[in-house]
């Protein structure tokens, strides 16, 4: 449970560099996902979240 909180905290810290070093283009990013489909944001979740546990799954064998 505190590898997920660890995790949590990452993401947000990750999150927050990009909003605070890159907030113009943060906004232009925010903007074209909502113009952007359903079907390909859900697509490109679905890659990233595979990516995502792969590379855990990698690191922590």
């Known amino acids: 449970m505190s590898d997920l909180i660890v ?3 990452l ?16 906004k232009r990013l ?15 979740g679905m890659v990233s979240a595979a990516i995502g546990v792969v590379i855990v799954w990698l690191v922590r064998g």
């Open 30 to 44: 925010a903007a074209s996902a909502l113009e952007t489909p359903d079907g390909a944001l859900r697509a490109a």
């Open 11 to 26: 993401v947000l810290a990750i999150e927050g560099l990009i909003f605070a070093a890159f907030p113009e283009a943060a």
């Open 7 to 9: 995790a949590i905290g």
